[in-house]
């Protein structure tokens, strides 16, 4: 091995080598001690569920009448929300589709449909069917909901809408 000689500027090359080495150390030291002080925070939950607007509640229910064959441009027939002031079921945006009688007596109910809000899933309340066909999934997917609700979550949701049979409608 040759031999080091030292002079005045090797030495102050060893110096600012241990001083850095110093430095580094120290740093290590005191980043462990603010984050053991100073922890920092826990990763944001993934974002919440997108939730239907009424908006787009109506417009899932009016697809969903259309489906059922319903002329939306007969003036006799009324589409509303049941929903005054509150949710009529909550986490739901129901709708009524009427026909207005045209002799004295009373209107006829087509349809009372319900919107989960949350995953997008229809339902006719009286009859208690759920659906699903390709224009709802699409519409859905447009209104950035995952269509597809899992048969439990479907099965759950019945019993919350009063109903003890479950039905599907058609897909046509």
Same mark, same amino acid.
């Given at each position: 091995m040759p031999a080091t000689v030292l002079t005045r500027h090797t030495g102050h090359?060893?110096?600012?080598?241990? $001083?850095?080495l110093f430095l580094g150390l120290a740093g290590s030291?005191?980043?462990?001690?603010? @984050?053991?002080?100073f922890p920092l925070p826990a990763p944001a939950p993934p974002a919440a569920q997108?939730?239907?607007?009424?908006r787009q509640a109506r417009q899932i229910a009016l697809l969903v009448a259309r489906h059922d064959h319903i002329d939306l441009t007969d003036t006799h027939i009324e589409f509303n929300s049941m929903?005054?002031?509150?949710?009529?079921?909550p986490g739901y945006s129901s709708f009524i589709v009427i026909r207005?009688? $045209?002799?004295?007596?009373p209107d006829e109910t087509l349809r009372r449909y319900a919107v989960n809000? @949350?995953?997008g899933d229809v339902w006719e309340m009286t009859?208690?069917?759920?659906?699903?066909?390709?224009?709802?999934r699409r519409m859905?997917?447009?209104?950035?909901?995952?269509?597809?609700?899992?048969?439990?979550?479907v099965a759950a949701q019945s019993k919350e809408l009063g109903c003890t049979e479950l039905k599907t409608a058609p897909t046509l």
């Open positions: 090359m060893r110096l600012l080598q241990l $001083s850095a030291v005191a980043g462990q001690a603010s @984050a053991a002080a997108h939730r239907l607007s009424l929903d005054l002031g509150a949710d009529f079921i207005e009688s $045209s002799t004295p007596g809000r @949350a995953t009859l208690c069917t759920h659906y699903d066909f390709p224009e709802l859905l997917k447009t209104f950035a909901v995952q269509a597809g609700t899992s048969a439990g979550a």
